[in-house]
Nanobody
Framework: QVQLVESGGGLVQAGDSLRLSCVAS????????MGWFRQAPGKEREFVAT????????NYADSVRGRFTISRDNAKNTVYLQMNSLKPDDTAVYYC???????????????????WGQGTQVTIAS
């Protein structure tokens, strides 16, 4: 059983930065693409960013491109989301996820991910 644990969320002012971390335990995730998704209360879960198994390819939602950066350190079984220039619309619970085993390319679809963390709350005050 793969477990993912997010951390780094909090309450910050608009324009501030946060870095989220997601640490994986259990089976190695080094060959599997990872993604970040977010969900605001009463809203659907939406794609934020994805990174390939090797970390050599990334993709971002239009709403965060240029402000957020996804990265990974496979030696630490950790994926990161650096969030800059935060806006109130970024307020949500942020989840990291791992694709099904053997799938190294990223996907924007939540259904393509087999394992999910519990989420970390990010709140941006204006």
């Amino acid at each position: 059983q793969v477990q993912l644990v997010e951390s780094g969320g909090g309450l910050v002012q608009a324009g501030d930065s946060l870095r989220l971390s997601c640490v994986a335990s259990g089976r190695s995730f080094s060959n599997n693409a990872m993604g970040w998704f977010r969900q605001a209360p009463g809203k659907e879960r939406e794609f934020v960013a994805t990174i390939s198994g090797r970390g050599d390819s990334t993709n971002y939602a239009d709403s965060v491109r240029g402000r957020f950066t996804i990265s990974r350190d496979n030696a630490k079984n950790t994926v990161y989301l650096q969030m800059n220039s935060l806006k109130p619309d970024d307020t949500a619970v942020y989840y990291c996820a791992r694709r099904w085993s053997g799938r190294t390319g990223g996907s924007i679809a939540a259904g393509e991910y087999a394992f999910w963390g519990q989420g970390t709350q990010v709140t941006i005050a204006s």
